[in-house]
Nanobody
Framework: QVTLVESGGGSVQPGGSLRLSCAAS????????MRWYRQTPGKQRELVAT???????NYADIVKGRFTISRDNALNTVYLQMNSLKFEDTAVYYC?????????????WGQGTKVTVSS
């Protein structure tokens, strides 16, 4: 059974920083892309950042220059360093991973971690 567990959410003032982590369960071997999404009430979940297994990254325009995605393949963990946080970054953040199985690739989601930016 594959699980993704996020951590690191919390409350922060505008301009502050947070670092999110998402760890896949032990024993997972072949993780392709890992991503961070976020969602606010009444809105669709939006893609924030993607990190390939080789470390290639891609970002939504709204977070470019402020957020950094990275991963540690040995730990099956993806990170999201969020700097210069704004009120509009308030959301539940979800990690997502494509895991290659013997016959197919499946996409898994974490349970989400809440980030609140307020003064």
């Amino acid at each position: 059974q594959v699980t993704l567990v996020e951590s690191g959410g919390g409350s922060v003032q505008p301009g502050g920083s947070l670092r999110l982590s998402c760890a896949a369960s032990r024993g997972v071997r072949d993780i392709a892309d890992m991503r961070w999404y976020r969602q606010t009430p009444g809105k669709q979940r939006e893609l924030v950042a993607t990190c390939t297994r080789a470390g290639g990254t891609n970002y939504a325009d709204i977070v470019k220059g402020r957020f950094t995605i990275s991963r540690d393949n040995a730990l099956n963990t993806v990170y999201l360093q969020m700097n210069s946080l704004k009120f509009e970054d308030t959301a539940v953040y979800y990690c997502n991973a494509d895991i290659n199985g013997l016959y197919r690739t499946r996409t898994y989601w974490g349970q989400g971690t809440k980030v609140t930016v307020s003064s």
